[in-house]
């Protein structure tokens, strides 16, 4: 490597630069089933495949304490890995928690932050079991790893969807982003009149679902009751139109997405409406729902088709149709993907 | 909780906060068997016991990137954690790690990172499967998790060791924090003159020591090929004082260790003596070794007796006894500990 070679690591961005660091490893103990590339490694532990996924939110850059309770901040750590056990089809049933504190936080500021990843934990099951605490620098860093278990026959990848599978996704989309528009315009308006009220009531669940989002651990457990295995799932942390990507990418097809079928709830809709922003950009590229993103060969159809959560957002077709969004008027453009940029 | 009450992190300091934000937690999941409190967590699963621990590096706290080498921070930050399921009696299969990064840090830069990650994953059979990437504000963040599995006969916990039992340290102590020594005057020598050479020829082996730490798997083998099964173990992290304390307080009994059986190393105790400071106490109190500690029942002492590079260095009494040293003029003084403090 010549001394003179700089590359800047924006000019990858987050994928790019994952996939060069561990591009050159292969793997070499027999126990691993599928390493770098999906919402959770995969360990065959005998009986049944282990899940392990981990996660770190940076202060600053992932959250902004001057409107992020420290309660919410340690649910939502918890809840965002559960999301990725969920995205396996798995069921999570332990995190450790590494964290980084600078002095200025007090042991009582910490105790609430734990408050949050207790809820979390009582909420999904999950023990905490290990982690590490250090001074920071600067910021806060907590760094989450989370263990789950699945049964090998009912592992769900995202490289198994089949051309014709139906695009399904849980809940409603974009109300995280739009809601954290609202916090940041009150953060704004505080600094600008800090004896301002924050008028946060009519924005609740937007508000809500940016703070405290739900991983949908109640879909597998229905899917384990209606007897349904998606054939590819992810979870929704960097926006539809990304996910449904990573899906397209390792299943080696394209998707057809229809913007009218997309979930977006009234709150949301209206509250974008409010920002002269497009909910449908919203719902496709904001990202932080953690609802889940699947794909069901069509005979699973009858089986979802009234269920009033999930809810058909296209089908997969062939990579050569390409990635397309059916607008509301009936044009079909090119779906773009437009997630979080952390660099 | 009165909003006045402000208790500082360091009134605590790290142990002392891991118990109080952890101590509210009870196990739930039933696949729990050992959490927070031991070098890694164990969890059931079914036919082996699943092991998990993690740690964190933090720029500025745990290195210092003005001497660490990046690929020897990279090939450390997986050595320490092998050491944990180590210290399990375990076999470590699987790293997942997290960076924190800031745009200082060239692609090159992350790669020579990555490559020390990757001669430690394949010097110790591991394979990395996950982690996220994200800028972080100031320095340097890594956080590793790592997956081991044990027979579950063979798991090994602090809290078995027996009144009488043998207190054995594998390799030798206080080379880490002598080679920390080193390091530390050459950068204030080259700060003050920047034209100067290092001279660290005659540092060799404390520098390594310090920059490229092995974990013990070689004895975890062989404990296995002699039939050997600790009644308690750790690695040494914080130093064989402070390390011994968890063994003492987790099995609810005193030691006793014999100064004139530290083994130290000729070029850690010669510096140490450069640096005016008592070799014993860099064994004892230094940290970073990553050996491992451990109690045999005196059954074993057969096996080891004759073992090179296992070393026994005092014996497990009650508690009434208290934690004793054993000085070279045969004093009988308090062992205290003034391991690593992050705070």
């Known amino acids: 490597m010549s001394e003179e070679k700089r590359t800047e690591i924006g000019e990858l961005g987050e994928f790019g630069l994952i996939e060069k660091l561990s591009g050159g490893f292969e793997l070499i103990n027999d126990k691993t089933v599928k390493g770098v590339g999906d919402d959770a490694a995969v360990v065959d532990s005998g009986e049944k495949y282990t899940l392990i996924s981990t996660d770190m939110l940076l202060e ?16 939502k750590a918890v809840t965002v890995n559960v999301s990725d056990i969920a995205a396996m089809n798995g069921i999570p049933g ?10 200025r936080f007090s042991v009582e500021a910490l105790e609430l932050l734990y408050e949050g990843v ?30 789950g278990e699945v049964a090998k026959e009912k592992v769900v990848y995202r490289d198994q969807a089949m051309e014709n599978d139906i695009v399904c996704v849980t809940g409603d989309l974009g109300a995280a982003y739009v809601g954290l528009q609202v916090m940041e315009r009150e953060k704004q308006e505080f600094l600008a009149n800090p004896d301002m009220q924050p008028k946060l009531e009519k924005y609740d669940y937007i508000v809500g679902r940016q703070l405290r989002p739900k991983a949908r651990m109640d879909i597998i457990h229905e899917f384990s009751e209606l007897g349904i295995l998606p054939t590819a799932m992810i979870d929704v942390s960097d926006g539809l139109a990304s996910d449904i990507f990573h899906i397209c990418k390792q299943s080696g097809l394209g998707v057809a997405i229809y913007e009218d079928k997309l979930p977006i709830d009234k709150q949301a809709y209206e509250t974008a409406a409010e920002f002269s922003i497009d909910p449908n950009a919203c719902a496709l590229n904001g990202g932080e729902d953690y609802e889940l993103l699947f794909t069901i060969g069509q005979d699973n159809f009858e089986k979802i088709k009234n269920h009033a959560d ?11 149709k390409g990635k397309t969004l ?18």
């Open 60 to 75: 600053g850059v992932h959250f902004d304490l001057s409107y992020v309770p420290l309660q919410h901040l340690g649910y």
């Open 94 to 103: 332990q995190v450790t928690i590494n964290l980084g504190i600078s002095n």
């Open 118 to 147: 207790q809820i979390a934990c009582k909420e999904y099951g999950v023990d905490l079991v290990g982690g590490d605490t250090a001074s920071s620098g600067s910021g806060l860093v907590i760094s989450v790893s989370i263990l």
């Open 310 to 320: 999930i809810h058909t957002v296209g089908y997969m077709q062939t990579k050569e």
């Open 326 to 343: 059916v607008t509301r008027n009936n044009n079909v453009v090119e779906l773009t993907a437009q997630g979080w940029k952390h660099f």
